[in-house]
């Protein structure tokens, strides 16, 4: 009988670590067209894991002359993964004359009225432009197209502008979204 009892208690634990097993590793997936969390969007979606967190906060840019780009989103939005392709392609393009300054506003500090809060209008993802002396040259809310948003970093430049369509998004897998000429 005890060699009986042991045998069950043998079967009962191999049940258990095969249940184990078998739902600890469930599939994970990521969707550019969902509204759920899949993580940093800036690095799944964008291949540019270093924008966030930002290396200059609004008020260091603007103290600092450089003109900045200045992204609300939340990482559970279609529309701010959709977008944040567009930023991160920016921002490689751009990233030497102009700080982009991405911010998640889950994480919001709404106490300071001088900080950046105060321009957030509530609808995401939202694009602010400031140039050298710190006013806003630019507002968008939404996935806006790249040329909408580069014509206006070029502008400040004095750069001439890109034609609407010379870049176009081209997926290049499930997750990330490319640009192509």
Known sequence: MRGLL???KRLALVVCLIATICLGVLPVEASISDDRYDGN?????????GMIPPRVSLSESIAQRVPALLVFYVEDSSDCKRYSAAVANLQVRYG???NFVAL??????ESDPDGPAQYFTGRVPQTLLFDPDGKITYQSVGDRPITEVE?????LFSLDPVDEGELRRQPFNELQTGFGR
Not at 41 to 49: A, D, E, M, R, V
Not at 104 to 109: M, S, V
């Open 6 to 8: 042991v045998g069950w």
């Open 41 to 49: 969007i800036f690095t799944l979606y964008g291949s540019n894991g």
């Open 96 to 98: 030497l004359g102009v």
């Open 104 to 109: 998640n506003i889950d994480a919001l500090d």
């Open 151 to 155: 014509n206006e970093i070029r502008a």
